[in-house]
Nanobody, 126 residues
Framework: QVQLVESGGGLVQAGGSLRLSCVGSGRTFTHYNIGWFRQAPGKEREFVAAIRRDGLNTKLADSVKGRFTISRDNAKDAVILQMNSLKPEDPAVYYC???????????????????WGQGTQVTVSS
């Protein structure tokens, strides 16, 4: 199995940017499609973005399109979530997750992922 570790969270002003990283170890990172999810207090975990193992296909939640991008560097076993124009509704714990399967119909669901990191906190000040 793969172990996933997130980093890059922190406090940023509204309109600012953060760059989150998800680094994998253990099994070959290139075997896994990676998703980002977020969970705010009192809310369900929601999909943010996903990228296929080869980096050639991605999916973004409507709420972040035009502001967030997802990319991967398989040479570094890393997936990057670049978050720009952060809004007051973006604060949450951000999790990366891994799955061996890629299906555009379910890649935005938590049940599609077997492996999860511990999360990194993102806070946005207004």
């Amino acid at each position: 199995q793969v172990q996933l570790v997130e980093s890059g969270g922190g406090l940023v002003q509204a309109g600012g940017s953060l760059r989150l990283s998800c680094v994998g170890s253990g099994r070959t990172f290139t075997h896994y499609n990676i998703g980002w999810f977020r969970q705010a207090p009192g809310k369900e975990r929601e999909f943010v973005a996903a990228i296929r193992r080869d980096g050639l296909n991605t999916k973004l939640a409507d709420s972040v399109k035009g502001r967030f991008t997802i990319s991967r560097d398989n040479a570094k076993d890393a997936v990057i979530l670049q978050m720009n124009s952060l809004k007051p509704e973006d604060p949450a714990v951000y999790y990366c997750a891994g799955t061996n399967t890629w299906n555009m119909w379910v890649v935005d669901t938590t049940n599609a992922y077997a492996y999860w990191g511990q999360g990194t906190q993102v806070t946005v000040s207004s």
